[in-house]
């Protein structure tokens, strides 16, 4: 698996680390899950215009806020599908 940004080039850094999890012999839908995320992750910097490589912790907190709230891409290829929202992130006990 390869994750390219905008302009089709590869995303070195997140490459290298999908091909550190299949050297480990982790098992493809663990690479498939881990692309998307980081896909995500990556998506979300360039479009805030964040340097993905180094969060502050505010930008972090704004993006736990973001993935909450905006809806998540549909599954369904019907028109009209019920609109899906991630959970609130678990806060661990003090």
């Given at each position: 698996m390869v994750i390219d940004d905008e302009d089709l080039e590869l995303h070195?850094?997140?490459?290298?680390?999908l091909a550190g999890l299949r050297g480990a012999g982790r098992a493809?839908?663990?690479e498939k899950t881990y692309a998307g995320r980081?896909?995500?992750y990556l998506s979300y910097c360039r479009g805030h215009g964040l340097d993905?490589?180094?969060?502050?912790l505010p930008q972090l907190m704004a993006m736990m806020r973001w993935l909450v709230e905006e809806p998540m891409p549909s599954r369904s290829r019907k028109p009209g599908a019920a609109v899906r929202y991630r959970s609130e992130p678990v806060t661990p006990p003090a």
């Open positions: 070195v850094e997140a490459c290298a680390y493809f839908n663990t980081i896909a995500l993905w490589a180094g969060p502050s």
